[in-house]
């Protein structure tokens, strides 16, 4: 077990500038961290990608708005840092909530016979999930395995072939995920239900991420590989991954430009190293003064 | 074979208005470890042994303020009550006392949500301002007189604990009043115009009997009850002011 050691910090300053984490350490572990260490285990944070959206928020979709940690915007990078969420929060939603007030003041509407006919597809789709009797395999189960392949495949270090074995596995899943046979066949607040909607969008999710790390035959960001490709490569894959839904198989994966205004991708170097490059950086900075 | 491990009894308040004319107990057996909360007793609960069980989660981290419930009949946040603490059982869980159930520990949020919008919960400029002035300043000791009560998740725990809301369900309630007292006690805020009537109605702070319960119970100590009667003074304040200015002295 790894231990996070904040007790130089002390309490005052903990209570003041952590808060939450201060809290969360109390209540839930009864550690306290002005006095001991906090137990810690890597997790999943966030899905560094989403929804392509550009700067007003549009998705490639006519008429559907992507904001928050759904988006994609293009602010982030290949390794969105903590609290950078802040762009999210304070000015991408206003951008949305504009953009799509405006969309819809001037859009014509659709033509409602054919609309009709998708959204009873859809709810078809639905239905059939609830109304399935038979099948034989459960939610959680899918999902745990999933969830576990996630993390052998496209956890913290990666290699083709742990890439593969994932992305193997979510086709498998995929399947299996037709046979998932709810216990509650009511109508009325049935959460199972929305569980095994989700459980498919889930699949279809892994899948983008899975195909879009094993095309990337480089290291950057947060995707680090450990099977000849530890090192960036601007010139093959300073490029954007763009996963497109095909139906029942694999995404399709593309890219796009990326468009950088000022942060050049650099190096993230740590201790000694960390520090030699920061001295470079500011030389650099003096120099184009 | 492996020693099946410990297990602990936890009796849930089931409604199902499809298949139910009035609630029922109903009894599971959950593998039992050290650092369960009460949620993921439930959730082994959906996930295991039992899909339609309907309960609310979202972030399991005392943050979304969704998971509320009665826990061996005390409002509790269930990500942040441990199993542990409520040995050795049966652990009785219902839906939040005082709101209305829609089905099993789901219970009906819309009035609360009602409340909580008509007191305007967000800074309301005093004077417009534009880009070119820059931020609002603030000293730490202005952020203080509100800080604590921005801590409120709308969880409603408060609501559950609050016997004046389980009498009058039209009370605005400890969690609405307090989050009224943090817009109007901070300084960036000039919007106390329009939220004095709320404060000042029958249904305002003058409805709370001082119980203190609701700060009890708050998973993150906002202290509810300091800010309702807190708003008595500003209330009454307000109420005699009112015989010398049109807007009780506010300028």
């Known amino acids: 077990m790894l231990h996070l050691d904040l007790r130089h910090l002390g309490e005052q300053k903990l209570r003041e500038r952590l808060p939450q984490i201060y809290e969360l350490a109390v209540e839930y572990l009864g550690v306290d961290p002005a006095t001991a260490p906090i137990p810690v285990l890597p997790a999943v944070h966030y899905t560094m990608g989403g929804i392509i959206a550009d700067g007003s928020t549009a998705s490639t979709l006519t008429g559907l708005y992507s904001v928050g940690e759904c988006s994609s915007v293009g602010v982030h990078g290949a390794n969105r840092l903590g609290s950078n969420s802040l762009t999210e929060l304070l000015v991408f939603g206003k951008v949305a909530g504009a953009a799509a007030a405006r969309h819809a003041v001037t859009v014509a509407h659709g ?19 609830v ?36 992305c193997d596995k979510l086709a498998e899943l995929k399947q299996r995920c037709q046979r998932v046979q709810v216990d509650d066949h009511s109508r009325g ?65 593309a890219y796009g430009p990326v468009t950088i205004t000022h942060s050049q991708p650099a190096t993230r170097a ?17 120099s184009h003064v | 074979m492996s020693e099946p491990g410990p297990t602990i009894q936890i009796e849930v308040l089931r409604y199902r208005p499809e298949q139910e004319d009035k ?46 419930m009665m826990v061996n009949g005390k409002p509790e946040l269930s990500c942040k009550t441990f199993l542990r603490d409520l040995l050795p059982g049966p652990v009785r869980i219902e839906a939040l006392a005082h709101f209305p159930i829609e089905r099993d520990l789901v219970v009906s949020v819309g009035e609360f949500v009602k409340k909580l919008e008509a007191i305007k919960p967000y800074l309301i400029p005093k004077l417009p301002r534009t880009l070119a002035e820059g931020e609002y300043l603030q000293t730490p000791a202005q952020l203080e007189q509100f800080e604590q009560y921005s801590s409120c998740i709308n969880c409603m725990l408060c609501y559950a604990a609050c016997p004046q809301f389980g009498l009058d369900p039209g009370f605005a309630g400890p969690g609405v009043l307090a989050l009224l007292h943090r817009y109007n006690a901070d300084s960036r805020d000039g919007g106390r115009d329009e939220r004095m009537p709320i ?27 300091n800010a309702v009667n807190q708003n008595k003074v500003n209330s009454a304040k307000d109420y005699f002011l009112r015989f010398l200015t049109p807007k009780g002295g506010r300028p």
């Open chain 2, 199 to 225: 404060l000042n109605a029958e249904e305002g702070v003058w409805s709370c009997t001082a119980v203190g319960y609701c700060s009890e119970v708050c998973p993150k100590h906002v202290d509810p009850a």
């Open chain 1, 111 to 129: 033509n409602g016979a054919a609309l009709g006919l998708l959204a009873e597809a859809a709810r078809d789709r639905a239905l059939a999930i």
């Open chain 1, 189 to 253: 607040w049935n959460t199972e239900w929305l569980l095994a909607i989700e459980l498919g969008y889930l699949l279809d999710v892994a899948q983008a991420m899975a195909h879009s790390a094993l095309h990337r035959k480089e290291s950057r960001g947060s995707h680090q590989r450990l099977d000849g490709f530890e090192q960036r490569d601007d010139v093959n894959f300073l490029q954007h991954s763009l996963a497109y839904f095909t139906g029942d198989d694999a995404p399709r994966i």
């Open chain 2, 23 to 68: 609630p029922v107990w109903q009894r599971y057996t959950v593998p039992f470890t050290d650092d369960m909360s009460v949620l993921q007793g439930l959730q082994h609960i959906k996930d295991e042994l039992d899909g339609t069980l309907s309960f609310r989660w979202s972030c399991r981290m005392a943050i979304c303020g969704s998971c509320g």
């Open chain 1, 270 to 286: 740590y201790g000694a190293a960390g520090e030699q490059a920061e001295a470079e950086r500011k030389t650099r900075e003096t």
């Open chain 1, 131 to 166: 109304l399935r009797q038979g099948g034989g395999e459960r939610i959680a189960t899918l999902r745990r395995e999933m969830a576990q392949s996630m993390e052998d495949g496209c956890g913290i270090y990666r290699s083709a072939q742990t890439m593969q074995a994932t």
